[in-house]
Nanobody, 124 residues
């Protein structure tokens, strides 16, 4: 059974940084598409970023481009999300997602596997 577990969320001041990590069991993250979505209270879930190491590609929402970086750690079978220059509008629950196929990376329905989420709160 595939499970994804996020870690690294927390409370940070605006302008600060956080590093999220997604660990997987029964799934080798270097061989699949891995992404992050987020959902703020009262808002729809939105795409943040994704990585396909098979395709050699990374994808970012315009709202995080230049501030967030997604990367993989093959030795630990994790995918990390480095978040810099955080803004209050980045406050949300962040979900790690994965799928065997490279579909439309910005579409939540294209990911078969989801973690439980980790809370990120950015104070002003």
């Amino acid at each position: 059974q595939v499970t994804l577990v996020e870690s690294g969320g927390g409370l940070v001041q605006a302008g600060g940084s956080l590093r999220l990590s997604c660990a997987a069991s029964s799934l080798t993250l270097s061989t699949v598409v891995v992404g992050w979505f987020r959902q703020a209270p009262g808002k729809e879930r939105e795409f943040v970023t994704a990585i396909s190491r098979n395709a050699g590609s990374t994808y970012y929402a315009d709202s995080v481009k230049g501030r967030f970086t997604i990367s993989g750690d093959n030795a630990k079978n994790t995918v990390n999300l480095q978040m810099n220059s955080l803004k209050p509008e980045d406050t949300a629950v962040y979900y790690c997602v994965a799928d065997l196929r490279l579909g439309t990376v910005t579409t939540a329905g294209d990911y078969a596997y989801w973690g439980q989420g980790t809370q990120v709160t950015v104070s002003s």
